[in-house]
Nanobody, 119 residues
Framework: QVQLVESGGGLVQAGGSLRLSCAAS????????MAWYRQTPGKQRELVAL???????DYADSVRGRFTISRDSARNTLYLQMNALKPDDTAVYYC?????????????WGQGTQVTVSS
């Protein structure tokens, strides 16, 4: 079983910045993609940013230009740099990894980290 642990969430004022981290542990033979999702109560979980194994990135329109996703392959850690935060960014942010482990490719999820942006 692959474990994903997020950190870096907190409460910030609108216009501020946060840097989220996601550390992956366990046996990972290859990484197809890693991503950040977010969810608020009563809302469907939505994709925020994605990085493919070869390094290609993509972003939700609502965060493009403000957020940057990156991956440290050596440390098996995913990051999300969030700048110019808005109250609408308030959510629980989840780390996702699509990994090949023990002959199968599956999605794994962290427990989430709360990001609250005050106005």
């Amino acid at each position: 079983q692959v474990q994903l642990v997020e950190s870096g969430g907190g409460l910030v004022q609108a216009g501020g910045s946060l840097r989220l981290s996601c550390a992956a542990s366990g046996t990972i033979f290859s990484t197809y993609s890693m991503a950040w999702y977010r969810q608020t109560p009563g809302k469907q979980r939505e994709l925020v940013a994605l990085v493919l194994g070869r390094g290609t990135t993509d972003y939700a329109d609502s965060v493009r230009g403000r957020f940057t996703i990156s991956r440290d392959s050596a440390r098996n850690t995913l990051y999300l740099q969030m700048n110019a935060l808005k109250p609408d960014d308030t959510a629980v942010y989840y780390c996702n990894g699509r990994f090949r482990t023990y002959g199968v490719t599956e999605d794994y999820w962290g427990q989430g980290t709360q990001v609250t942006v005050s106005s």
